[in-house]
């Protein structure tokens, strides 16, 4: 996961990688852990026992490029849990996909497609890559804990070895160009030690970076873990609720509901709320006609059981959130309200009837269902069903298809027919279809099947005095709502912060290092050298030294016949044409 760049020396650098001149001042300047070296070229490779190869394995799976390639196959994995139907979502759409799709469905369920964040071989990665962040993080943040406790590491022999170096020399004494350098670098708000390092001042800065790197890893850990217990604890599930109509937190209010596979029904937030009208409005003219500019549900809410009543507007993407709960406005359409009677002119259904919409105009079709309370004309017990399909606005010479999706002309078709509509066999049903295996329908005066187009206040009748229906002049609107219950959230959105902030201070904040050398020359003038050294991706580390070095000038200003930082006559050393391009001492690749 990490590397140790060769460092320049005298004599090049060393077989190990290290600076035999620089010492601990040219120690490593992040806590990357760092790789044994390789063997000699042509000598033989040391046996590797059983333990030699788990820790060679563990040092492959904490390394940054196994991570990065976890991190490629988790995006991969999540292509196909976003383009193919998935059982935890909706397992309708992936029953119509099979039915589609009979080639590719038996490949897709072996490889567990249709329940990818579920699966064998998504969980594996996903694991992996969690033991593969811890495993990197927890040697790391002891490394960088003993780091923070350690005092700078002291001069090296030879300063102008380092990529930025300067020198002058000043009538001040030593301890007073020491103090002035340890006074201005703690006033620069370097962590320095003044201590008996060559007679130098030893200043290090920069441990934001290593910190915002341990804080992004540790925000990924904190995302993962928040995934998965969002994934084990969450529900959702959805409700259709027409204006008036109203729902309570239990399973069994639920039209659909999914859940992790550690949910327990106890852990639904206990509120109910009621739908107290929706408001939809739509632009009238121009290209884009039709188009939705408010969806607005209005709704009375409480908490508990007896808990106050409260009124709270739903917009989309402004759900109502009670506890750990949020309840989203996903859709909506009409629900056309109608009376049956039967032949002696008894009611025995009169309700608003929700109807599904197929179009953007909100053109819908559903079914009305008579399931008690109907006699024939015969006196015998049936069961009636009506095909609907409603538009809210029609435009005429009969085409049977909404031109707007207000409610500017509201129209209903239905047909009519008599029998037994199954609901008794004990098989689940769409209750927006009907099932006509056992159905007859009711017949014209020509014996074409029963079908009439009404408008509001308009019946049809049924023959044979078997009753009628009757479009009441009155069209309520339904709102479907998604209840979700996802208790990691919060920390996922916390992890997500912390993780931009992480690697904000991790690729801006730079590590560095600077040593001020104060020592008596042979004619007794004191002679300052002042040296930096930092990763090679800090470029502004020489004119740092040289703003440093200017700043300490003013306070320790160079001896009348020896030339300033800004004079290069004599030495040729100043803080700007003596920096080099930085080569660190030792450098780690971040993980």
């Given at each position: 996961m990490g590397k140790t760049e060769a460092r320049r020396t005298a004599d090049g650098p060393a077989e190990d990688g290290?600076?035999?001149?620089?010492?601990?001042?040219?120690?490593?300047?992040?806590?990357?852990?760092?790789?044994?070296?390789?063997?000699?070229?042509?000598?033989?490779?040391?046996?590797?026992?059983?333990?030699?190869?788990?820790?060679?394995?563990?040092r492959q799976l904490t390394s940054m490029r196994v991570a990065l390639i976890l991190l490629f196959l988790l995006s991969l994995g999540a292509i196909p849990g976003s383009l193919i139907p998935q059982n935890s979502v909706d397992s309708f759409k992936v029953q119509q996909f099979q039915e589609?799709?009979?080639?590719?469905?038996?490949?897709?369920?072996?490889?567990?497609?249709?329940?990818?964040?579920?699966?064998?071989?998504?969980?594996?990665?996903?694991?992996?890559l969690f033991v593969s962040l811890i495993g990197c993080i927890v040697p790391r943040t002891w490394q960088f804990v003993g780091q923070l406790r350690s005092r700078p590491p002291g001069a090296p022999k030879r300063l102008d070895r380092l990529p930025a170096y300067t020198t002058w020399r000043t009538t001040a004494a030593p301890d007073e160009v020491r103090t002035a350098a340890a006074s201005m670098l703690r006033r620069r708000r370097f962590r320095t030690d003044a201590g008996e390092g060559a007679g130098a001042v030893a200043a290090e800065k920069g441990f934001l970076r290593e910190a915002g790197n341990l804080?992004?890893?540790?925000?990924?850990?904190?995302?993962?873990?928040?995934?998965?217990?969002?994934?084990?604890?969450?529900?959702?599930?959805?409700?259709?609720?027409?204006?008036?109509?109203?729902?309570?937190?239990t399973l069994s209010q639920y039209?659909?509901?999914?859940?992790?596979s550690l949910f327990s029904t106890d852990d639904l937030e206990p509120f109910s709320f009621d739908l107290k009208s929706f408001t939809g409005t739509y632009e009238r003219s121009g290209p884009q006609k039709g188009t939705p500019r408010t969806f607005e549900a209005d709704v009375t809410y409480s908490e508990g059981a007896d808990g106050p009543v409260r009124k709270k507007t739903i917009e989309v993407n402004?759900?109502?959130?009670?506890?750990?709960?949020?309840?989203?406005?996903?859709?909506?359409?009409?629900?056309?309200?109608?009376?049956?009677?039967d032949g002696r002119g008894k009611v025995v259904y009169r309700?608003?009837?929700?109807?599904?919409?197929?179009?953007?105009?909100?053109?819908?079709?559903?079914?009305?269902?008579?399931?008690?309370?109907?006699?024939?004309?015969?006196?015998?017990?049936?069961?009636?069903?009506?095909?609907?399909?409603?538009?809210?606005?029609?435009?005429?010479?009969?085409?049977?298809?909404?031109?707007?999706?207000?409610?500017?002309?509201?129209?209903?078709?239905?047909?009519?027919?008599?029998?037994?509509?199954?609901?008794?066999?004990?098989?689940?049903?769409?209750?927006?279809?009907?099932?006509?295996?056992e159905m007859k329908p009711f017949k014209d005066a020509d014996g074409n099947i029963l079908k009439k187009t009404l408008l509001p206040g308009e019946t049809m009748t049924l023959p044979d005095g078997a009753g009628s229906i009757t479009f009441e002049?009155?069209?309520?609107?339904?709102?479907?709502?998604?209840?979700?219950?996802?208790?990691?959230?919060?920390?996922?959105?916390?992890?997500?912060?912390?993780?931009?902030?992480?690697?904000?201070?991790?690729?801006?904040?730079?590590?560095?290092?600077?040593?001020?050398?104060?020592?008596?020359?042979?004619?007794?003038?004191?002679?300052?050298?002042?040296?930096?050294?930092?990763?090679?991706?800090?470029?502004?580390?020489?004119?740092?030294?040289?703003?440093?070095?200017?700043t300490l000038y003013e306070r320790a200003p160079g001896a009348p016949d020896a030339p300033g930082p800004a004079d290069t006559s004599d030495t040729g050393a100043t803080p700007h044409d003596t920096a080099r391009t930085p080569t660190p001492a030792a450098e780690g690749a971040e993980k």
């Open positions: 290290t600076d035999r001149d620089l010492g601990a001042a040219g120690s490593r300047l992040s806590t990357a852990p760092q790789e044994e070296a390789a063997p000699p070229p042509g000598g033989a490779a040391p046996a590797m026992g059983v333990v030699g190869w788990a820790r060679w394995f563990w589609l799709h009979t080639t590719v469905t038996p490949i897709y369920e072996k490889l567990q497609l249709f329940d990818v964040y579920s699966s064998v071989w998504f969980s594996a990665i996903y694991i992996l804080v992004f890893h540790v925000a990924l850990i904190v995302m993962l873990v928040a995934f998965a217990s969002g994934q084990l604890f969450k529900s959702e599930g959805g409700k259709l609720i027409v204006e008036g109509d109203g729902f309570a937190n039209d659909d509901f999914r859940s992790g402004k759900p109502l959130e009670v506890g750990d709960s949020k309840v989203f406005l996903i859709s909506h359409g009409y629900a056309p309200v109608v009376t049956v009677r309700s608003a009837v929700p109807l599904l919409p197929v179009d953007a105009n909100v053109s819908s079709n559903g079914a009305v269902k008579v399931l008690d309370g109907y006699r024939d004309a015969k006196g015998r017990k049936e069961q009636l069903g009506f095909p609907a399909f409603f538009v809210p606005t029609y435009p005429g010479k009969g085409q049977m298809f909404s031109a707007y999706p207000g409610l500017d002309f509201p129209v209903l078709n239905l047909g009519a027919y008599h029998g037994d509509l199954g609901v008794d066999a004990g098989i689940p049903q769409n209750v927006y279809q009907l099932d006509r295996k002049k009155d069209v309520k609107e339904w709102a479907s709502f998604q209840i979700s219950q996802q208790p990691g959230n919060s920390a996922a959105l916390f992890g997500a912060i912390a993780a931009i902030l992480g690697l904000i201070g991790s690729l801006f904040v730079q590590r560095r290092r600077v040593w001020v050398r104060a020592t008596p020359g042979p004619d007794g003038v004191t002679v300052v050298e002042m040296a930096g050294l930092g990763r090679s991706e800090s470029a502004r580390l020489p004119e740092e030294l040289a703003d440093l070095a200017a």
